[in-house]
């Protein structure tokens, strides 16, 4: 009898913890629902890619002198450089240019060496097609201008994380003219630059004071 008594008793206590962490839990999950969801609605919403981003090459056929140093630092040597040297002149002839973006896996390789600068990354990343022939884009695809996610009329631009002001996790509703956080590019550049000239004044003060530091 005592047993059987005991037996409900350790029931009843499980049972109320049980029912216990299952109410800390819902808590938990209702409190989540009463957040805002940080998702972006794309195609409604589309985040800003960041400066350096690398998208779809951009080609300048103007600029090309068919040097063929993009094809050399591609990793798969993919860049189609279609030219013939002209006897007359001596000099070679650019016909065509492509690039097949099925195959390319935006390094940007060719972008960095390119020695006239006619090639640069684009923000464009929405290049899904049906057909994997019509990814082979040639020197006249490759030429048009990108589209923009904030020229788009139809889009809401979300900023990405590290252009938010500092404090905000949520790129929803912030105002586009509150500042990022951190400092621009040429600001860090400034900071990096500006007390390279001083220490290089006090470069012996400031080995001590490091020295003191370590100490
Ligand atoms: S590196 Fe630049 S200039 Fe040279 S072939 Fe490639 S795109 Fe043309
Ligand atoms: S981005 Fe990289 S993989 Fe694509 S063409 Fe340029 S070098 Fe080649």
Known sequence: MFGFLKQVGDYTRDAVDAARNLAQGFSVTFDHMQRRPVTVQYPYEKLIPSERYRGRIHYEFDKCIACEVCVRVCPINLPVVDWVMNKATKKKELRNYSIDFGVCIFCGNCVEYCPTNCLSM??????????????????????????????????????????????????????????????????????????????????????????????
């Open 122 to 215: 684009t923000e464009e990343y929405e290049l899904a097609a049906f057909d994997r022939h019509s990814l082979n884009y040639d020197n006249v695809a490759l030429g048009r201008l990108p589209t923009s996610v904030t020229t788009d009329p139809s889009v809401v631009p979300l900023r990405e994380l590290a252009y938010l002001p500092a404090g905000e996790m949520d790129p929803h509703g912030v105002a586009a003219d509150r500042p990022r956080a951190g400092q621009l590019p040429s600001q860090v550049l400034e900071t990096l630059t500006s007390p390279a000239k001083s220490s290089a004044k006090n470069e012996g003060q400031s080995s001590n004071e490091a020295k003191e530091g370590d100490a």
